[in-house]
């Protein structure tokens, strides 16, 4: 028998992996949960998801879906619910893939609160945490971390990662927080959001920066231990970072293996979106799609680079709508998210970014920013240490 999943939140980017979900071949029955009803909508009345859903499995709260027999639940809601939904479908015995990050909201310590209640909620259910981090299946990550388990780096010495997404960017960032907040979810934000401002509490774009430090920490396997960072203030009087601090923050880290990792989250910046990363190692190293040593510089392209997924999977996508199909979304990233929750809660195994492996790439953030705060005061790193076998 197969696996039974809940998709909650069915809003721009959720609605873009229904149909991934509903195309994995270990997945029975899949539920739909909004609290908007038409999206819900959308999808229940789609002939293509009959064969997979039943009118019962129409949900129009977490409440509600948390209440049903289900495997597990897809949370894709806005950024700062994740945590709190989390620990409530964990809690409701079922397994939760979360999209990034963590949990997005200004007061960094609640943030590290949030990782420890997840760590915990984890280990006494048993139940398994994913974070769906569209870099960790970019094709250069997976090609980096087989060269890095075939010790073709050598020594790690110095990784940089970098999300630079300008706020009026071709995906503007201020189109797609109006969109976020024209929803009840949204509204009530709003008023949430003004609690932390009285109280002083501002945010800075590395509360959102697992995409730039997943890349250098699954690919070296190594946590960070200690941070500097600086801000850039917004100097515009850009209504956009008023409930930030900073516009832009730039981070250095030594890592648990003692290399060195840059990471830089900007969003008011003169250059094109990009998410990038690079890792420098004493004998081999990657940078801009091509592997480098002493002697050579080998391009690549991402079919080199990327994973096979398994065959009865990748036909299964394929027959999908263009956007969500094997190999589209987020450089190629979706499917390989995808396959990997459903496999993971079908054989009862740790998802390849459980909470563990989640908690590094939102704590480097969530330190960096404290570091800027205090004018680059270097800061120890905190760790929950590695996934249990
Ligand atoms: N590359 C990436 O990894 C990437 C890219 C884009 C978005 N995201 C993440 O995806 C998430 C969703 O973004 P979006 O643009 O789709 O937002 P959105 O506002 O369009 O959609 C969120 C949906 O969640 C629903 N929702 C909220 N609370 C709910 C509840 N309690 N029960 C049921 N439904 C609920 C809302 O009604 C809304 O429809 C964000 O957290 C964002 O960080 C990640």
């Known amino acids: 028998m197969g696996i039974s999943l809940g998709l909650v939140g069915l809003g721009s980017f959720g609605?873009?992996?229904?149909?991934?979900?509903?195309?994995?071949?270990?997945?029975?029955?899949?539920?739909?949960?909004?609290?908007?009803?038409?999206?819900?909508?959308?999808?229940?009345?789609?002939?293509?998801?009959?064969?997979?859903?039943?009118?019962?499995?129409?949900?129009?709260?977490?409440?509600?879906?948390?209440?049903?027999?289900?495997?597990a639940l897809v949370i894709i809601t806005q950024p700062w619910l994740h945590a709190p939904q989390c620990v409530q479908a964990l809690e409701s015995g079922k397994?939760?893939?979360?999209?990034?990050?963590?949990?997005?909201?200004?007061?960094?310590?609640?943030?590290?609160?949030?990782?420890?209640?997840?760590?915990?909620?984890?280990?006494?259910t048993g139940l398994s945490y994913m974070l769906g981090e569209t870099t960790y299946y970019h094709a250069d990550t997976m090609f980096c971390r087989r060269k890095a388990a075939e010790g073709e780096f050598g020594d790690f010495v110095y990784a940089e990662g970098e999300y630079f997404h300008d706020v009026d960017?071709?995906?503007?960032?201020?189109?797609?927080?109006?969109?976020?907040?024209?929803?009840?979810?949204g509204?009530?934000?709003?008023?949430?959001?003004?609690?932390?401002?009285?109280?002083?509490?501002?945010?800075?774009?590395?509360h959102y920066p697992t995409h730039s430090t997943s890349g250098p920490v699954c690919v070296m396997n190594a946590h960070a231990v200690k941070v500097t960072c600086y801000g850039h203030r917004n100097t515009t009087n850009d209504e956009y970072f008023d409930p930030a601090e900073f516009s832009d923050e730039t981070a250095l880290f030594l890592m648990s293996n003692g290399a060195t990792v840059r990471i830089c989250e900007y969003r008011e910046i003169g250059l094109p979106g990009s998410e990038t990363f690079r890792v420098f190692g004493t004998k081999g190293s990657y940078r801009e799609h091509a592997w480098c040593t002493n002697k050579s510089r080998t391009p690549l392209t991402a079919?080199?680079?990327?994973?096979?997924?398994?065959?009865?999977?990748?036909?299964?996508?394929?027959?999908?709508?263009?956007?969500?199909?094997?190999?589209?979304?987020?450089?190629?990233?979706?499917?390989?998210?995808?396959?990997?929750?459903?496999?993971?809660?079908?054989?009862?195994?740790?998802?390849?970014?459980?909470?563990?492996?989640?908690?590094?790439?939102?704590?480097?953030g969530v330190m960096a920013h404290k570091s800027?705060?205090?004018?680059?005061?270097?800061?120890?790193?905190?760790?929950?240490?590695?996934a249990p076998e």
């Not at 873009?16 to 038409?38: G, M, N, Q, T, W």
């Not at 960017?169 to 979810?185: D, G, I, Y």
């Not at 263009?322 to 396959?339: D, F, K």
């Open 15 to 71: 609605s873009s992996f229904a149909d991934l979900f509903k195309r994995h071949p270990a997945v029975d029955r899949i539920a739909l949960c909004d609290r908007e009803p038409e999206r819900v909508r959308k999808f229940a009345d789609d002939p293509f998801f009959q064969d997979k859903f039943d009118e019962k499995d129409a949900y129009s709260s977490l409440d509600e879906i948390c209440e049903a027999d289900l495997d």
């Open 95 to 124: 397994h939760v893939y979360s999209a990034v990050p963590i949990t997005n909201i200004p007061d960094g310590d609640e943030i590290l609160d949030w990782c420890d209640k997840l760590v915990e909620t984890c280990k006494r």
């Open 169 to 185: 960017s071709s995906c503007n960032l201020r189109e797609v927080k109006a969109r976020r907040l024209a929803s009840k979810a």
């Open 187 to 206: 509204q009530e934000w709003i008023e949430l959001e003004k609690g932390y401002l009285e109280r002083g509490i501002k945010s800075g774009p590395m």
């Open 303 to 364: 079919e080199e680079m990327r994973d096979p997924l398994p065959p009865e999977v990748e036909e299964a996508f394929r027959e999908g709508k263009t956007e969500s199909a094997a190999y589209g979304g987020h450089g190629g990233s979706h499917a390989y998210l995808v396959h990997e929750f459903c496999d993971a809660v079908a054989n009862e195994r740790q998802p390849a970014i459980n909470i563990w492996e989640a908690a590094r790439y939102m704590i480097m």
């Open 372 to 386: 800027a705060l205090r004018d680059g005061e270097t800061l120890d790193v905190p760790d929950w240490g590695d």
